[in-house]
């Protein structure tokens, strides 16, 4: 049995891997280089049981206006609307309710702990060259206010089962002596977790390949062959790729391969940016989220990464140097032995992540096809859903029950055949 995965990120990687588990023989589209960038290689590299809240939660859109005058916030919204996007910030409304954070929290928590133990059977089998450290995340705060929302946090968490602890600012000194922190305090979450998303993606490539996976670059997939209720074909420019299954995986860029086949995955890319010190003054042991700011610390290896911003303005990966300049600003606020020159003359990466509307993935298999199978949508949480993406993936191709219920994340859901 063969099947074909459209895309090269971590979710298209991810569920090569354990289709190849469940012993398909795999081909991986992607469109881009080799060489090439995705969203999933400069990303903070957190693996979050601690992100139980979808971002599609009350509060959300009136956080997002009041951000639109300034250049340097973390949340910016393109002015002139397309009509997809209008539909999306509908759609986004419509979610943003509490019975649809409550609905999703369990399904979250549970979806984040399975890919946790996932990652941590792949640290294994690949002697942890992807680094991964099992030290918690501190949600770091600067005000006494943030800190109490914080802390109301936690108690659901640990509601929920996850583990959070409110810290002091002396209690979190403790736990992270390397760093010299200026804070009102900070939530821990022990069972968070962080890697180096590089090593991953270049460390699942090389062992996808020695497992015999083919994975052709520089294919785009344009087009399909279909026959009575089934894909037959993918085309490309590189050729066309003929498969028993189909696996779309393509990130922000996959409402437009959908379109093709006649899906509505409503999705808006929202950019993001990173900037990575290699010889960082002081290197933290654990991985933080300046809360007030909304920026995401990792060290990797000797590195030091932050990151942040969500600009919802279309496929387009341009780096508006505002928006850099506010990530920048927030880390001598947090971490005072830094300062804002430290970062001068750094290339910022920036990448596209896919977000859907309700701030849940697509996964599952669209009524419409019954050998397609849908892996996209993670949001800020694709690297941390890309294992138990790829395991689900796996056990859909290989028609086994799935491990986590999928009814939420129907790629059919907001189809208007699925409401009719
Ligand atoms: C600044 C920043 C920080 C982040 N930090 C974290 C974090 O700490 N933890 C976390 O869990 N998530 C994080 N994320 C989110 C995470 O990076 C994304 O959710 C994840 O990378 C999405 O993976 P993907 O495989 O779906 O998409 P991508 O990585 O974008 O991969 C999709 C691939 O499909 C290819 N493709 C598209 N269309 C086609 C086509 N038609 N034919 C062939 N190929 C195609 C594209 O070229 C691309 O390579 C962060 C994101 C950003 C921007």
């Not at 080799?34 to 009136?62: K, Y």
């Not at 294919?219 to 399909?224: E, F, L, M, S």
């Not at 409402?255 to 899906?263: S, T, V």
Request: proline share 7%; charged share 20%.
């Amino acid at each position: 049995m063969t099947v074909c995965i459209i895309g090269g990120g971590i979710i298209g990687l991810c569920s090569a891997w354990y289709a190849a588990e469940q012993g398909f023989d795999v081909t991986v589209l992607e469109r881009g280089p080799e060489s090439g960038d995705s969203c999933s290689l400069g990303n903070a590299g957190m693996i979050v049981p601690s992100h139980f809240v979808p971002l599609a939660a009350p509060g959300m859109m009136a956080y997002g206006l009041k951000q639109l005058t300034n250049p340097e916030s973390p949340f910016w919204i393109r002015p002139k609307p397309t009509k997809e996007l209008i539909d999306w910030g509908l759609k986004f409304m419509q979610s943003a309710t509490q019975e649809h954070v409550e609905r999703s929290a369990p399904l979250l928590r549970d979806l984040n702990n399975l890919s946790r133990a996932e990652y941590e059977r792949l640290a294994e089998a690949f002697g942890n060259e992807f680094g991964l450290v099992k030290r918690g995340l501190l949600m770091l705060t600067k005000t006494q206010h943030a800190l109490d929302e914080e802390i109301a946090m936690a108690a659901k968490a640990r509601a929920l089962g996850i583990p959070a602890e409110a810290l002091t600012p002396e209690e979190t000194a403790q736990l992270d002596p390397a760093i010299t922190m200026d804070v009102a305090g900070s939530v821990y979450f022990p069972n968070d977790c962080h890697l180096a998303p590089g090593k991953l993606v270049a460390g699942l490539t090389k062992r996808l390949r020695e497992r015999g996976v083919q994975i052709i670059y520089s294919a785009a997939v344009t087009g399909w062959v279909t026959t009575r209720g089934r894909v037959s074909a993918a085309l490309t420019p590189a050729g066309q790729f003929e498969a028993d299954q189909f696996v779309l995986a393509g990130g922000a860029w996959s409402p437009e391969a959908a379109q093709g086949l006649g899906l509505s995955l409503p999705m808006q890319a929202g950019k993001g940016y990173s900037l990575t010190l290699e010889n960082p003054k002081q290197l933290p042991e654990l991985c933080s989220i300046f809360v007030e700011a909304r920026v995401a610390v990792t060290p990797m290896g000797g590195t030091l990464r932050v990151g942040g911003t969500m600009e919802i303005a279309g496929n387009d990966l341009s780096v508006n140097p505002r928006r850099v300049a506010g990530i920048v600003k927030s880390v001598p606020r947090y971490f005072p032995a830094f300062s804002e020159d430290d970062f001068a003359g750094l290339t910022p990466w920036s990448g596209l992540r896919p977000v859907s509307p309700d701030g849940l993935p697509y996964l599952g298999r669209p009524a419409k096809w019954s050998n397609v199978v849908v892996a996209t949508g993670h949001a800020m949480m694709g690297l941390s859903l890309g294992p138990v993406s790829g395991k689900l993936v796996g056990e859909l191709l290989a028609d086994q029950s799935p491990s986590i219920a999928l009814e939420l994340l129907s790629p059919d859901r907001f189809s208007s055949a699925s409401k009719g």
